[in-house]
T-cell receptor
Framework: DAKTTQPPSMDCAEGRAANLPCNHSTISGNEYVYWYRQIHSQGPQYIIH???NNETNEMASLIITEDRKSSTLILPHATLRDTAVYYCIVRVASTGGSYIPTFGRGTSLIVHP | EPEVTQTPSHQVTQMGQEVILRCVPI?????FYWYRQILGQKVEFLVS????????KSEIFDDQFSVERPDGSNFTLKIRSTKLEDSAMYFC??????????FGSGTQLSVL
């Protein structure tokens, strides 16, 4: 799996967009970018994933640069409940048993009033 | 929305005792996982399970650990003889044919 680099912490005002960056300069062509988050003491929660096109769902948007060496997770209108640790994971997509997300330190996002 | 259910939410045990952590995955999921998180540390993979057998396991998952899905619904993690260092939050996860992994709220295991 490609190595990822995320800032250890960020903060954001409630109602504003939270933009969480992730560098993955060694990503290979068949590796996807996945984002999960972990709200305090709960299990990780899947947010979104993508290969090269930008993706949007009900939770967030994922912007992947054209060279795929970095990406940004966007929470368009952050709320206090979005305070969590956000993990960027890069790996080959596999629908078989070998799909095993590996969680690093992530970015601790604090949303303040 | 369906959820992964883990019981108990908190388990306290004496060192050397056996514990069984229970999970009820989402009904149409096919692949099942156990992860753990020691306080202040990363979420670590323990084991994945598919078609009634272990698919992969990490170095943490030694002979003291076992998993089973005896009745097609419950998915359990057994620790045969607990050690102090087994104290952690244990998360059960599952997924269908896509890569969206759903986790339960965890069982906090405290070994005294």
């Amino acid at each position: 799996d490609a190595k990822t680099t995320q800032p250890p912490s960020m903060d954001c005002a409630e109602g504003r967009a939270a933009n969480l960056p992730c560098n993955h300069s060694t990503i290979s062509g068949n590796e996807y970018v996945y984002w999960y988050r972990q709200i305090h003491s709960q299990g990780p929660q899947y947010i979104i994933h993508g290969l090269k096109n930008n993706e949007t769902n009900e939770m967030a948007s994922l912007i992947i640069t054209e060279d795929r060496k970095s990406s940004t997770l966007i929470l368009p209108h952050a709320t206090l409940r979005d305070t969590a640790v956000y993990y960027c994971i890069v790996r080959v997509a596999s629908t078989g048993g070998s799909y095993i997300p590996t969680f690093g330190r992530g970015t601790s996002l604090i949303v303040h009033p | 929305e369906p959820e992964v259910t883990q019981t108990p939410s908190h388990q306290v045990t004496q060192m050397g005792q056996e514990v069984i952590l229970r999970c009820v995955p989402i009904s149409n999921h096919l692949y099942f996982y156990w992860y753990r998180q020691i306080l202040g540390q990363k979420v670590e993979f323990l084991v994945s399970f598919y078609n009634n057998e272990i698919s992969e396991k990490s170095e943490i998952f030694d002979d003291q650990f076992s998993v089973e899905r005896p009745d097609g619904s419950n998915f359990t993690l057994k620790i045969r003889s607990t050690k102090l260092e087994d104290s952690a939050m244990y998360f059960c996860g599952g997924r269908g044919i896509n890569e969206k992994l759903f986790f339960g709220s965890g069982t906090q295991l405290s070994v005294l």
